[in-house]
C-alpha cells in the first residue's frame, strides 16, 4: 500500500510561484512512477505532469509548459511540483497519484487528499 500526502498549497498572486510537494510512506516509493493532476470546479480533473520512477523522464502538460516543473527524490520519497509564473486559471486542488505516467488519471493507482491552490488575478 502507498499513501501520498500533498502540502504546499495556498493563495498566491497572479505572477508568483508556488511548490507542491508530495510525501510517500512505504519503501517502494522509487519503483512507481507518478504523476500530478489538478481539478477545478466543474471541471473535471485534468493531467498536469508526470515522471518516470527514476525521475529521467518527464510529462508535462502543454497548458503548464514552461511554467510548472515536476521532479522527484527518491532518497526523501518525495514528488514535488514547481509552479512558475502562475494563472488564475491554475486555481484548482492538485492531487498527486502513483502507479503510471499516463494522461488518463483511470491508469493511476493510488492517490492523495488533495491541496488547494488559488491564484488570484
Known amino acids: 500500500q502507498v499513501q501520498l500526502v500533498e502540502s504546499g498549497g495556498g493563495l498566491v498572486q497572479a505572477g508568483g510561484s508556488l511548490r507542491l510537494s508530495c510525501a510517500t510512506s512505504g519503501r517502494t516509493f522509487s519503483k512507481y512512477p507518478m504523476g500530478w493532476f489538478r481539478q477545478a470546479p466543474g471541471k473535471e480533473r485534468e493531467f498536469v505532469a508526470a515522471i518516470n520512477w527514476s525521475g529521467s523522464i518527464t510529462y508535462i502538460s502543454d497548458s503548464v509548459k514552461g511554467r510548472f516543473t515536476i521532479s522527484r527524490d527518491n532518497a526523501k520519497n518525495t514528488m514535488y511540483l514547481q509552479m512558475n509564473s502562475l494563472k488564475p486559471e491554475d486555481t484548482a486542488v492538485y492531487y498527486c497519484?502513483?502507479?503510471?505516467?499516463?494522461?488518463?488519471?483511470?491508469?493511476?493507482?493510488?492517490w492523495g487528499q488533495g491541496t488547494q491552490v488559488t491564484v488570484s488575478s
Open positions: 497519484a502513483a502507479g503510471s505516467v499516463a494522461t488518463n488519471p483511470y491508469a493511476y493507482a493510488y
